[in-house]
């Protein structure tokens, strides 16, 4: 790995704990049998690329999910099964960022929408009694307001030029080894997190 400057952090799976099966699991509660056709780690139907580009609004995202799913759930019940996935901030994850970005210029890259957004601020919150967690970054990026997500590799070159950051000099992390894939098509240098790391262990 060369000199690094700089490190892009993605949100969840390495920052924030991240269940999938939670929120499959609560919309087969609700009878939507085929939610991980739909959304999953690793790949987004059309409709939640628009929710996570900002491109659609929480209201029309629901209204256009019921009709997906050929059903009749309020958006309150939506709501809570699609926030199941979210977990908690570790400690450790907390007491690493506070050191890190004494070493690097640090930044976050996540996959998300205003739904989840607002959820996890809470659960920060709530850990926390601290008010913005983007604190801890130069910038924190979020693919609904960037207009752009992983693993395209434009959403990574987008970012970079924003933030006038050369390639060659910037660690990507993530859990997913597609957006790692992106991440690398667009000249980052990448660590690809694994299930049985954490990211305050990788030696930074």
């Known amino acids: 790995m060369q000199s690094i400057k700089n490190i892009i952090f993605d949100l969840g799976g390495v920052l924030l704990t991240l269940n999938y099966n939670r929120t499959e699991t609560a919309f087969i509660d609700l009878g939507v049998y085929h939610f991980a056709q739909l959304y999953n780690q690793q790949k987004a139907s059309p409709l939640f690329e628009q929710l996570e580009m900002g491109e659609i609004s929480n209201h029309d995202f629901f209204e256009a999910f019921r009709k997906v799913g050929n059903m009749n759930l309020s958006d309150q019940?939506?709501?809570?099964?699609?926030?199941?996935?979210?977990?908690?901030?570790?400690?450790?994850?907390?007491?690493?960022?506070?050191?890190?970005?004494?070493?690097?210029?640090?930044?976050?890259?996540?996959?998300?929408?205003?739904?989840?957004?607002?959820?996890?601020?809470?659960?920060?919150?709530?850990?926390?009694?601290?008010?913005?967690?983007?604190?801890?970054?130069?910038?924190?990026?979020?693919?609904?307001?960037?207009?752009?997500?992983?693993?395209?590799?434009?959403?990574?070159?987008?970012?970079l030029q924003l933030e006038n950051l050369q390639a060659s000099e910037t660690l990507f992390i993530d859990d997913s080894k597609v957006n790692i894939d992106g991440a690398e098509a667009a000249g980052l240098q990448t660590i690809w997190l694994q299930t049985s790391q954490n990211v305050w262990q990788l030696g930074l």
């Open 77 to 159: 019940q939506m709501e809570q099964a699609w926030c199941a996935m979210l977990g908690h901030f570790p400690a450790e994850v907390l007491t690493f960022l506070a050191e890190v970005k004494n070493r690097y210029n640090i930044y976050l890259f996540s996959n998300t929408n205003r739904i989840h957004h607002s959820a996890f601020i809470k659960i920060y919150e709530q850990q926390t009694g601290l008010k913005n967690f983007d604190d801890f970054f130069i910038k924190a990026w979020y693919s609904h307001n960037l207009g752009s997500r992983k693993p395209y590799p434009k959403a990574y070159t987008k970012l």
